[in-house]
Each structure stands twice: as C-alpha cells, then as structure tokens.
Antibody
Framework: QVRLMESGGGVVQPGRSLRLSCMAS????????MFWVRQAPGKGLDWVAF????????YYADSVKGRFAISRDNSRNTLYLQMDNLRPDDTAIYFC????????????????????WGEGTTVTVSS | QTVVTQEPSLSVSPGGTITLTCGLN?????????ASWYQQSPGQPPRSLIH???LRSSGVPNRFAGSILGVKAALTITGAQADDESDFYC??????????FGGGTKLTVL
C-alpha cells in the first residue's frame, strides 16, 4: 500500500526558513515524479512545486519561485521542500502527492496529475 | 493573471445528477489542459477522481464522469449519495510545467 508521510511543519517567524519532508513507502519512489500542494486555512488547493523522478526537472508556482526549492533523495525515498524567506501568506497545510500519468507520460509533464496524497503537515508563519 | 473558475457551491438531491464545471478566465478549456478532479472531505486530504479530462482514477465508481462541455471541463455525478457531500477541486495544466487549481465547489446532498 502506498503511503506518503509529511513532516517538518511548525510555527515559524516571517523571514525564517523551514524544510518539509515527505517519506514514501510501498512504492518504487525513484520511478515517480512528485508534487507539493498547499491549502491555506479555510481555502482551496494551491499547487506549489513539481519535481521529475530523477530530480532534474523542477517547476514552481510564481508565488514561491525564488524562495522555495523542491528536491528529492531517491536512496532515502524522501521528497523535500526547502522554504526560505517565509511570509504569513505561506501559512497552510502542505501536502505531498505522487504523480501519475496514464496511459503514457507526456515529455512536457502536461498529463501528470496528483494520484496519491499524504495527510499533510501544517506550517504557520507568524510573529 | 489566469484564473480557474468553479461554482462556489451546488446542491443535489440523493439519487440525482449534478454537473460541476471548471473554466478559464482567459479562454476555453481544451483537452490540452488535461483537467483533473479531486474530492476532499472535511479534515481529509484530497483524493483523485478524474484525470486527463475523462479518465477515472483507480477505484473511482463510474457514476463520476469527466468531460468537456462547451468551453469548460465538467464533472458529472450521477446517482448522488450522501457521502458525496464534500469539496470538489479541478486542476488544469497551464503549460511550462505549471498547474492551476480552481477555487473549489462545495457540494451539498440534500
């Protein structure tokens, strides 16, 4: 059974940094691209970042570009999100999600979707 | 700025049929946006329902169907059940390795 477990959330002051982790089990982690998606309190879903299965392709939402960095360690079955210069509007539950692309994967990632989701970890940015 | 639009709220009677839509303020939604749909119950993570416009995710019953209706992507639920009461989100591929979510539709079954 595929399981994704996020960790690393907490309360942090504006301008500080935090690194989130997402440990995967029950799958060949290195074969899958991954997403980070967040959800502010009482709000909708917001795509944050995407990383290809080798870690060589990474894309970001404009709202986090230059402040957040997605990475992965396939030997540890773990996805990361380094969040720097945090702002109050980054306050949210952060979900990692395993990507899928069926029946064939587009080389530009266009048909990738969030197939399996973790439970999320909460980040609060407040002074 | 491109915005993905969804109905904020809809209601359906038990056993009834309802269609949720997903549009773009910049133009029509096409199959090249690879619309996907997610269901989220309170306090739970989302779960995947539909991808690539009309393909059902694993384990999703066939009373959930995706399509393009006119200039929007659509999710049609037939035979609505009480436990369908939840939030539904669409996501569109925006090009250049970006994805965009709609604001979500809160579905009430009553």
């Amino acid at each position: 059974q595929v399981r994704l477990m996020e960790s690393g959330g907490g309360v942090v002051q504006p301008g500080r940094s935090l690194r989130l982790s997402c440990m995967a089990s029950g799958l060949n982690f290195g074969a899958y691209s991954m997403f980070w998606v967040r959800q502010a309190p009482g709000k909708g879903l917001d795509w944050v970042a995407f990383i290809g299965h080798h870690g060589d392709a990474a894309y970001y939402a404009d709202s986090v570009k230059g402040r957040f960095a997605i990475s992965r360690d396939n030997s540890r079955n773990t996805l990361y999100l380094q969040m720097d210069n945090l702002r109050p509007d980054d306050t949210a539950i952060y979900f990692c999600a395993r990507a899928a692309c069926v029946p064939r994967c587009s080389p530009d990632f266009s048909n990738y979707y969030m197939a399996v989701w973790g439970e999320g970890t909460t980040v609060t940015v407040s002074s | 700025q491109t915005v993905v639009t969804q109905e904020p709220s809809l209601s359906v009677s038990p056993g009834g049929t309802i269609t949720l839509t997903c549009g773009l303020n910049s133009g029509p939604v096409s199959i090249n946006n690879f619309a996907s749909w997610y269901q989220q119950s309170p306090g739970q993570p989302p779960r995947s329902l539909i991808h690539s416009t009309n393909l059902r995710s694993s384990g999703v019953p066939n009373r959930f169907a995706g399509s393009i209706l006119g200039v929007k992507a659509a999710l049609t639920i037939t035979g609505a059940q009480a436990d369908d009461e939840s939030d539904f989100y669409c996501a569109l591929y925006g090009g250049g390795g970006t994805w965009m979510f709609g604001g979500g539709t809160k579905l009430t079954v009553l």
